[in-house]
């Protein structure tokens, strides 16, 4: 059964719903990666006002509040022009931020948001899509489901985070 899965582009109207399920989604998926559980480091960086507002001025960004059945069920950030590995940025599109609430995983709608993302890279004319992916968790079985192979690895820079949680892969698919 497919889902009815609809992406609101971020707007000054929509920016506390986008900060409060960006802060919700990430939290019930991440807590766990921060000393003390708190993720304020990460929050602090992503979800703000002024983080947000600052990323609906960057053409180079593309929020959305990604809403299934009338509900905000999570967001997605697209960066449009980041280069990684061997591709430019010109090349290569960076998907930033996609966070589900709970009660939202495990429906098709994280395969929803992939399609998205790729034919928003085909619209952009891009040869890949890349992203960043806890290297211990669920989200790394369900990129290379759909396609993402794994290129090279990072670090949370953080403060804060766990030491032993630090770790990530960076993966790329290419479209």
């Known amino acids: 059964m ?14 506390d719903t986008y900060i409060t399920v960006g802060i919700q989604s990430y939290n019930a998926h991440y807590l766990h990666l921060w000393e003390n559980n ?9 979800f703000t006002a ?8 960057n053409p180079n960004c593309d929020n959305y509040v990604i809403v299934v059945d009338h509900i905000p ?6 960066t449009r022009h980041k280069a990684c ?12 931020r996609l966070y589900l609430k709970k009660d939202f995983t495990g429906k098709g709608i994280g395969n929803e948001v992939l399609l998205f993302c790729t034919d928003h890279a085909r619209k952009l004319q891009k040869k890949v899509i890349w992203l960043e992916a806890m290297k211990k968790g669920n989200a790394l079985a369900f990129y290379q489901k759909n396609g ?25 698919k290419s479209i």
Do not use: C
């Open 148 to 172: 993402f192979g794994i290129i090279g690895e990072t670090k949370i820079a953080l403060p804060g985070v766990k030491s032993d949680q630090k770790e990530m892969w960076v993966l790329a």
């Open 50 to 57: 002024e983080v947000v507002t600052s990323e609906l001025a």
């Open 73 to 78: 069920a999570g967001v997605l950030k697209i």
């Open 38 to 46: 708190n993720t304020i480091p990460y929050i602090s960086t992503s």
């Open 2 to 15: 497919k889902v009815n899965v609809q992406f609101i582009p971020l707007s000054r109207k929509n920016i």
């Open 85 to 96: 590995a061997n591709f430019t940025g010109k090349e290569a599109l960076y998907l930033h």
